[in-house]
């Protein structure tokens, strides 16, 4: 006897699997984006230093954009991918979309700071770098608490929820140490006179893997649930 299942009653199913699966956020997809970024970061500095170009500020532009957002990129990709596949919305592709937003603001700065006549290579340029290194990480944290503020319904509720969460504290903390360490590097005589340097300057403040780290980490923690048993 062959039965004949309707499209509802195939999307029931589907929904019923995901309701019995455990929440998982997929941090995992993000973790591998970050070292594509920091490799193409320090490739380019590299090839940029060999061909004479270690002052160059278009070449410290490809090289900051590489090596603190190249991931940015990937992970935009990513967001996209998941609205495509219509998956249920999750932290991760609101913490993607944050960072993919974010990457074109340290443009502005600093291009804007060469124009005022910025030292860009001494004490007072060392926001530059946290802006490429951390931008997108601002983007995905403002994201992530967006994103709680629609799970949990009121902004209080969300405002706990965020500082409950392991991912968004973790992302708070390196936005807020990043800058300190930055500035101590140059105060004691640290210099990105080469574009080697930029890459390894921005790939040190570039802490934006930590994050999707303690994700990855949770979700392999997190209780696998069998289908039919109570959670």
Same mark, same amino acid.
């Given at each position: 006897?062959?039965?004949a299942?309707?499209?509802? %009653?195939?999307?029931?199913?589907?929904?019923?699997?995901r309701?019995?699966?455990?929440?998982?956020? /997929?941090?995992g /997809?993000?973790?591998k984006f970050?070292?594509?970024?920091?490799?193409?970061?320090l490739?380019?500095g590299?090839?940029?230093?060999?061909?004479?170009?270690?002052?160059s500020?278009?070449?410290?532009?490809?090289?900051?954009?590489l090596a603190?957002e190249?991931?940015?990129?990937?992970?935009?990709?990513?967001?996209?991918?998941?609205?495509?596949r219509?998956?249920?919305?999750s932290?991760?592709?609101?913490?993607?979309w944050? $960072?993919?937003?974010?990457?074109?603001?340290?443009?502005? @700065?600093d =291009?804007?700071?060469?124009?005022?006549?910025?030292?860009?290579?001494?004490?007072?340029?060392?926001?530059?770098?946290?802006?490429?290194?951390?931008?997108?990480?601002?983007?995905?944290n403002?994201?992530?608490?967006?994103?709680?503020?629609? $799970? %949990?319904g009121? =902004?209080?509720?969300?405002? $706990?929820?965020?500082f409950?969460?392991?991912?968004?504290?973790?992302?708070?903390?390196?936005?807020?140490?990043?800058?300190?360490?930055?500035l101590t590097?140059?105060?004691?005589?640290?210099?990105?006179s080469?574009?080697?340097?930029?890459?390894?300057?921005? @790939?040190a403040?570039?802490?934006?893997?930590?994050?999707?780290?303690?994700g =990855?980490?949770?979700? $392999?923690?997190?209780?696998?649930?069998s289908?039919?048993?109570?959670e």
């Amino acid at each position: 006897m062959i039965f004949a299942f309707s499209e509802d %009653e195939e999307m029931a199913e589907d929904e019923i699997d995901r309701e019995e699966e455990p929440e998982k956020e /997929e941090f995992g /997809e993000l973790l591998k984006f970050t070292a594509a970024g920091f490799l193409g970061g320090l490739f380019a500095g590299i090839l940029l230093d060999s061909l004479g170009f270690q002052r160059s500020a278009i070449g410290q532009w490809i090289v900051r954009t590489l090596a603190g957002e190249g991931e940015s990129i990937f992970e935009g990709i990513y967001a996209l991918r998941q609205r495509i596949r219509r998956a249920a919305k999750s932290m991760a592709e609101a913490y993607g979309w944050g $960072k993919f937003l974010g990457m074109t603001v340290p443009w502005s @700065i600093d =291009w804007g700071s060469r124009l005022l006549g910025v030292d860009v290579y001494g004490v007072e340029g060392f926001y530059i770098p946290y802006f490429y290194a951390l931008s997108d990480q601002i983007g995905a944290n403002v994201s992530g608490l967006i994103f709680l503020r629609k $799970k %949990e319904g009121f =902004w209080l509720n969300a405002i $706990k929820a965020y500082f409950c969460h392991p991912v968004m504290l973790t992302s708070l903390l390196v936005i807020l140490l990043v800058p300190l360490g930055l500035l101590t590097a140059r105060l004691i005589g640290f210099s990105p006179s080469t574009q080697t340097y930029t890459a390894l300057e921005t @790939i040190a403040a570039n802490l934006c893997w930590l994050p999707p780290l303690v994700g =990855w980490l949770r979700e $392999k923690n997190l209780p696998k649930v069998s289908p039919g048993e109570d959670e």
